[in-house]
C-alpha cells in the first residue's frame, strides 16, 4: 500500500508560480519500489487529465500546454515528488491530484487546489 499527500496548493495571480510536493509512504517504503510518480489535474466539467509523469530512471514526461512551465522532479532521500509550476495560467485553475504506479496498480493522493486568477 502506497500513501500519497499532497501539499503546496492555492491562490496565485496569473503570471505567478506554485511548487506543489506529493510525500509517498507505506509499509517497507521507498519510492525506488515505484515504477511512475506523476500529477493529474481535473478542472470543474472536464476529464481528469495527465500533466506529468517521472520514472523510476528519472524520465519526464508534460502534457503539452505545460511544457517549458512546469518541472517534476523528484527527492529519493525524502519521498518526494514537486511539480514547479512557472507562469501560471487562468487555464491551469484544477484540483492536482499526486498518482504512483507500483506494479500495475494505481494510487492517488487527495488532491490539492489551484485557483490562478486572471
Known amino acids: 500500500q502506497v500513501q500519497l499527500v499532497e501539499s503546496g496548493g492555492g491562490l496565485v495571480q496569473a503570471g505567478g508560480s506554485l511548487r506543489l510536493s506529493c510525500a509517498a509512504s507505506?509499509?517497507?517504503?521507498?519510492?525506488?519500489?515505484?515504477?511512475?510518480m506523476g500529477w493529474y489535474r481535473q478542472a470543474p466539467g472536464k476529464q481528469r487529465e495527465l500533466v506529468a509523469n517521472?520514472?523510476?530512471?528519472?524520465?519526464?514526461n508534460y502534457e503539452d500546454s505545460v511544457k517549458g512551465r512546469f518541472t517534476i522532479s523528484r527527492d529519493n532521500v525524502k519521498n518526494t515528488v514537486y511539480l514547479q509550476m512557472n507562469s501560471l495560467k487562468a487555464e491551469d485553475t484544477a484540483v492536482y491530484y499526486c498518482?504512483?504506479?507500483?506494479?500495475?496498480?494505481?494510487?492517488w493522493g487527495q488532491g490539492t487546489q489551484v485557483t490562478v486568477s486572471s
Open positions: 498518482n504512483a504506479v507500483r506494479s500495475g496498480s494505481y494510487y
Open positions: 517521472i520514472s523510476r530512471a528519472g524520465s519526464t
Open positions: 507505506g509499509r517497507a517504503f521507498t519510492i525506488f519500489t515505484i515504477d511512475v
